[in-house]
């Protein structure tokens, strides 16, 4: 007997993850007696949770609190076809032992690109040299780090820092990264060097980071490291905006107009509409665009299609979060 479950998401969100392949293939393994409801009409009529065993989500998922909890005695699993959970999982659900899994791993994957494509445009100070060219209507010629024997800095190696440390394996650069929870034999499968957090950034021609917002990382990156970066370099955040210390960023990119930063998050987000970082010429600023868009949602979908098959196989999930995983992710 199939096992009961439902999708609980906004339809643009449920369209853009899971296209019709997934839900055909979700509808082969699963009972599915209702299309997709967004989660206002769940949380208008709760009964409808009655019986649901698993539920698919994404953006927009209902957070599961207590309210909810009670409507669905029956649920055992959450398949969030997106990254971060936290707005979906609570104490409750915790404690009641239902199960997540998430894209999380999927979603990383488009950020992990955005990154690499923006370290190798920073290294040739492509931003820059657009500027000027567009200014003075001829060439310009700005010294430059390049890809060839140069320093690329990552700030945590998680999911995304990880990737990313795999993918400059291909260039001819010198990968350094801080942090405090990889060992030396890690380090060494991802040949990257590991230093202290002020070492990333008196070293890097380039400083990616990928730090999760937690309580002990808000505000974790000050004025002091951005000034301690060398001549012309560039740093870049697609982590979260709050993990830095904002004003303070401004006041150096302000008094280093050398410096450079790429910055696809900040805080709050979307940016204060009289914020510098709109008019600071020294500064390329995009409006949280790294993950995933587009035809790289399915990609989540895709994984979550795969989760429901290990699960209902009895296999060990692939990217199930646990208590304990999420108190360290974003």
Same mark, same amino acid.
């Given at each position: ?130 500027? @000027?060219?567009?200014?003075? +209507?001829?060439? /310009? ?9 140069? &320093?690329? %800095?990552? #700030? ?41 957090? @002020?070492?990333?950034?008196? +070293?890097?021609? /380039? ?9 002990? &990382?808000? %505000?974790? #990156? ?109």
């Amino acid at each position: 007997m199939k096992p009961r479950g439902m999708f609980v998401l906004p339809e643009e969100n449920f369209r853009l993850i899971y296209s019709p392949e997934h839900v055909s293939r979700i509808q082969e393994l699963v009972d599915l007696r209702l299309p997709c409801q967004s989660s206002d009409e769940v949380r208008k009529n709760l009964s409808l949770l009655d019986g649901v065993e698993l539920i698919f989500t994404g953006w927009g998922s209902l957070e599961f609190t207590t309210d909810v909890l009670n409507a669905a005695p029956d649920l055992k699993m959450i398949f969030y076809g997106a990254g971060s959970i936290r707005g979906v999982m609570t104490e409750a659900a915790w404690e009641r032992g239902v199960r997540i899994t998430s894209a999380w791993a999927a979603n990383a994957v488009p950020v992990v690109e955005f990154t690499l494509a923006n370290i190798l445009l920073c290294l040739k100070k492509a931003y820059q040299h657009a500027a @000027e060219y567009r200014a003075k +209507r001829q060439w /310009v010629r700005l010294p430059v780090a390049g890809a060839y024997h140069s &320093t690329v %800095g990552l #700030i945590s190696l998680g999911m995304i820092g990880r990737l990313l440390a795999e993918k400059l394996k291909s260039f001819e650069v010198h990968v350094i990264a801080y942090d405090p929870y990889v060992s030396q034999e890690e380090a060494n499968h991802l040949n990257v060097e590991m230093v202290s957090l @002020e070492e990333v950034f008196r +070293r890097g021609d /380039v400083v990616s980071l990928h730090t999760p917002l937690l309580e002990t &990382t808000r %505000g974790m #990156i000050r004025g002091e490291h951005l000034s301690w970066m060398k001549e012309g370099a560039a740093f870049i955040n697609t982590s979260r905006g709050a993990v830095v210390r904002e004003d303070e960023m401004i006041a150096v990119l302000r008094q280093r107009p050398d410096l450079f930063a790429v910055l696809d998050v900040t805080w709050p987000e979307p940016a204060a509409p009289d914020s510098p970082l709109f008019t600071l010429p020294n500064v390329f600023l995009t409006p949280h665009i790294a993950g995933s868009m587009g035809a790289e949602c399915q990609r989540m979908g895709q994984l979550m299609v795969e989760e429901l098959e290990r699960y209902l196989e009895g296999r060990p999930l692939a990217y199930e979060i646990t208590r304990e995983r999420a108190a360290l992710l974003a």
